[in-house]
């Protein structure tokens, strides 16, 4: 069974940075994709990035691409995702999720795609 426990999530002003992380145990994290998931209140949890097995290949939303990257250390388990120039919009719970489903060295960029899933951290983004 694998678990994902997120941390680092917190307050910060507009135009801030955050770096969150995601610590994986109980699994083989170097063979899966990983995502960085976030859902604000009222809203349908939505996909903020995701990288393949290795971390040659990631992928960004559109909304935050160019502000947020996501990256891993396969040595320690961890797969992180730092936001810059945050916006009041970016304010929500962000999940850490893992992804067995995908073929090859690849990015996932589904929720059914995704079969493990941390627990989330709140990051607030004041004006």
């Known amino acids: 069974q694998v678990r994902l426990v997120e941390s680092g999530g917190g307050l910060v002003q507009a135009g801030g940075s955050l770096r969150v992380s995601c610590a994986a145990s109980g699994g083989t994290f170097s063979s899966y994709a990983m995502g960085w998931f976030r859902q604000a209140p009222g809203k349908e949890r939505e996909i903020v990035g995701s990288?393949?097995?290795?971390?040659?290949?990631?992928y960004h939303a559109d909304s935050v691409k160019g502000r947020f990257t996501i990256s891993r250390v396969r040595t320690k388990n961890t797969v992180y995702l730092q936001m810059n120039n945050l916006k009041p919009e970016d304010t929500a719970v962000y999940y850490c999720?893992?992804?067995?489903?995908?073929?090859?060295?690849?990015?996932?960029?589904?929720?059914?795609?995704?079969?493990?899933w941390g627990q989330g951290t709140q990051v607030t983004v004041s004006s």
């Open positions: 990288i393949s097995w290795s971390g040659a290949s990631t």
């Open positions: 999720a893992a992804s067995m489903a995908v073929a090859g060295d690849t990015t996932a960029h589904l929720l059914y795609q995704y079969d493990y």
